[in-house]
T-cell receptor, first 112, second 113 residues
Framework: QQQVKQSPQSLIVQKGGIPIINCAYE??????FPWYQQFPGKGPALLIA?????SEKKEGRFTISFNKSAKQFSLHIMDSQPGDSATYFC???????????FGTGTRLLVSP | GAVVSQHPSWVICKSGTSVKIECRSLDFQATTMFWYRQFPKQSLMLMATSNEGSKATYEQGVEKDKFLINHASLTLSTLTVTSAHPEDSSFYIC?????????FGPGTRLTVL
């Protein structure tokens, strides 16, 4: 119930493509769903987050789609760039102040 | 955004020694901080929740006597790996919540020889 399942494990897209990363959760008590970007040897950095009262949120080139009934959410990266090559983690928690449960991560490579 | 720092950024120690890692919230106060461990090419695994003024809460399977946590002030939490062994080599990351967001430190790479 505490797990967050993330797919795919790795992803390669060409520059300008739109990679999509998917996550699914079981615990309906989760009410905060952030996405983090991590570069090698660095800590995760918050990209964008959503709460279950909205179905979509956009910030710059990043969009979260949220399907409450299916207990799924996804990250779309528009006009992807080589600098977006990193590992992306979805996460979930009961409130932003609470401990996060992380997905397994997706290694994204954007080719020039 | 809010800034969380960690010190040291990397440390190498001999087996059997203890290592202390500091996590500081630089521009905000944090009554709670979280400590994670990340092995190469794996996800972050929560080790414990650090609570200012009270004992830390450890996740199942994490040895509290091995990983000592002290939340000394509203801006500082420390993780001490006692009697470190090579299997403790990992990337240790702390986070602190501010508002609805959690901000992560840059991580500490621990290598135990």
């Amino acid at each position: 119930q505490q797990q967050v399942k993330q797919s795919p494990q790795s992803l390669i897209v060409q520059k300008g493509g739109i990679p999509i990363i998917n996550c699914a959760y079981e615990n309906t008590a989760f009410d905060y769903f952030p996405w983090y970007q991590q570069f090698p040897g660095k800590g995760p950095a918050l990209l964008i987050a959503i709460r279950p009262d909205v179905s979509e949120k956009k910030e710059g080139r990043f969009t979260i789609s949220f399907n409450k009934s299916a207990k799924q959410f996804s990250l779309h990266i528009m006009d992807s760039q080589p600098g977006d090559s990193a590992t992306y983690f979805c996460a979930a928690s009961r409130g932003g102040f609470q401990k996060l449960v992380f997905g397994t991560g997706t290694r994204l490579l954007v080719s020039p | 955004g809010a800034v969380v720092s960690q010190h040291p950024s990397w440390v190498i120690c001999k087996s059997g020694t203890s290592v202390k890692i500091e996590c500081r919230s630089l521009d905000f106060q944090a009554t709670t901080m979280f400590w994670y461990r990340q092995f190469p090419k794996q996800s972050l695994m929560l080790m414990a929740t650090s609570n200012e003024g009270s004992k830390a809460t450890y996740e199942q399977g994490v040895e509290k006597d091995k990983f000592l946590i002290n939340h000394a002030s509203l801006t500082l939490s420390t993780l001490t790996v006692t009697s470190a062994h090579p299997e403790d080599s990992s990337f240790y990351i702390c986070s602190a919540p501010r508002g609805h967001e959690q901000f992560f430190g840059p991580g500490t790479r621990l290598t135990v020889l």
